[in-house]
Structures are given as structure tokens and as C-alpha cells.
């Protein structure tokens, strides 16, 4: 299946940094990339829909303004978490799907912030 | 609304059978997924139901009743290694996958 590849796996900061989050589609194009945010013992929640080129479209209740995603390229998406707090810390994961595809979805290896 | 229901948790002997259940409630569908997911890690595909019918693949089986907004994931000759949570994700007329709490699944010796 197709490789989506997340960096980094594991971040630590301090409490007022911004951190950035890459998702990259390894062996396809990705036009749509989504970025969930996991909380312990929780489902998936989705954050927002990143769509190459245009803005991303955000779920409600997740601030635009922390959350800065950025789909500049068909195999790039960045989130940067703003101004980093410690209710901030989660396990953030992105997915892609190939545009010719039945819709599966292919999952990043997840990134686990912990913020100080 | 939207709704994913499935159980919270399971227990299974190694060996056995187990299935687990969801139900949905979407605006529109397009299909009904099922991922696994190790802790710590993020979910992995498992399957993807559209039509009707069982679906099998391997030791691992998906149903899916359209009339009924109904889905179930089989899991036969169980191993310890299949002790994860399996998420059921239900896909709208939007292309959104609507996901459900997981469902722990804690395989026994």
C-alpha cells in the first residue's frame, strides 16, 4: 500500500513554543491530507481537512489559529501547533488518501507531543 | 446527527472467535471502514465495505447491512498480537469519515 510518512515521532517543548508537524506522502499525490488529534484512551478526533493549494478547512472548536496547516505541495502537509500548551499534548496523526482510490486512507506514524 | 456506536471493550480467549459490532447513523454513505490500532500507534487499514455482504480476508471478516446501518468485524483463530483497539469509521455523502470510540479488544491465554 502507499507510504505516508510522518516526522517527528516524538516531540518535547517547553510551554509558549510552536512546534511543526510534517506529513508527507511518500509514493503518491495526495490532494486531500487530514490531521487528527488522539487524546489517551480516545478515538480519532478530526482537527481539519488540508487540501493542496487552498486553505484548510477546520472542524469545529479546533482554533485556526493555533492549529496552522499548510498543504504547499501534493506530498506535504505541516501542522505547527502555536504558542504550545501543556493541554496541547496529544498524539497528532495525519492521513492521505490516493486521489484513484476507493477512499482508504493511509496513516502517518503519529506524532506524540508532550508540552512542558 | 452523525453517530458511530460500537463497544467500549472486549475479552476473548486466544484461539477463539470474536466479533465486534457498530452501528451508524450518517448523512449519506459511502462506505464503512475498519482500522486497528496498536497503543501508541497510529490505526492501520483493515477493511472496506460498500456493498452489502461478508467480506473476507485472511482470518480477519467484515459485514456490512446498508439497511440496517449495521457492520461487524470478525475475528478468527485469535492470537495475542491481536489484542489492539478496532476502530469503525463510516464515510458521509461529504467524503468524511465519521470515526466511533474504538473498541479494546484484550485477547486472554
Known amino acids: 500500500g502507499a507510504v505516508v510518512s510522518q516526522h517527528p515521532s516524538w516531540v518535547i517543548c517547553k510551554s509558549g513554543t510552536s512546534v511543526k508537524i510534517e506529513c508527507r506522502s511518500l509514493?503518491?499525490?495526495?490532494?486531500?491530507m487530514f490531521w487528527y488529534r488522539q487524546f489517551p484512551k480516545q478515538s480519532l478526533m478530526l482537527m481539519a481537512t488540508s487540501n493542496e493549494g487552498s486553505k484548510a478547512t477546520y472542524e469545529q472548536g479546533v482554533e485556526k489559529d493555533k492549529f496552522l496547516i499548510n498543504h504547499a505541495s501534493l506530498t506535504l502537509s505541516t501542522l505547527t501547533v502555536t504558542s504550545a500548551h501543556p493541554e496541547d499534548s496529544s498524539f497528532y496523526i495525519c492521513?492521505?488518501?490516493?486521489?484513484?482510490?476507493?477512499?482508504?486512507?493511509?496513516f502517518g506514524e503519529g506524532s506524540r507531543l508532550t508540552v512542558l | 446527527g452523525q453517530n458511530i456506536d460500537q463497544p467500549t471493550e472486549m475479552t476473548a480467549t486466544e484461539g477463539a472467535i470474536v466479533q465486534i459490532n457498530c452501528t451508524y447513523q450518517t448523512s449519506g454513505f459511502n462506505g464503512l471502514f475498519w482500522y486497528q490500532q496498536h497503543a501508541g500507534e497510529a490505526p492501520t487499514f483493515l477493511s472496506y465495505?460498500?456493498l452489502d455482504g461478508l467480506e473476507e480476508k485472511g482470518r480477519f471478516s467484515s459485514f456490512l447491512s446498508r439497511s440496517k446501518g449495521y457492520s461487524y468485524l470478525l475475528l478468527k483463530e485469535l492470537q495475542m498480537k491481536d489484542s489492539a483497539s478496532y476502530l469503525c469509521?463510516?464515510?458521509?455523502?461529504?467524503?468524511?469519515?465519521?470515526w466511533g470510540a474504538g473498541t479494546k479488544l484484550i485477547i486472554k491465554p
Open positions: 469509521a463510516a464515510m458521509d455523502s461529504n467524503y468524511q469519515l465519521i
Open positions: 465495505n460498500v
Open positions: 492521513s492521505a488518501r490516493e486521489p484513484a482510490d476507493t477512499g482508504e486512507l493511509f
Open positions: 509514493d503518491f499525490q495526495a490532494t486531500t
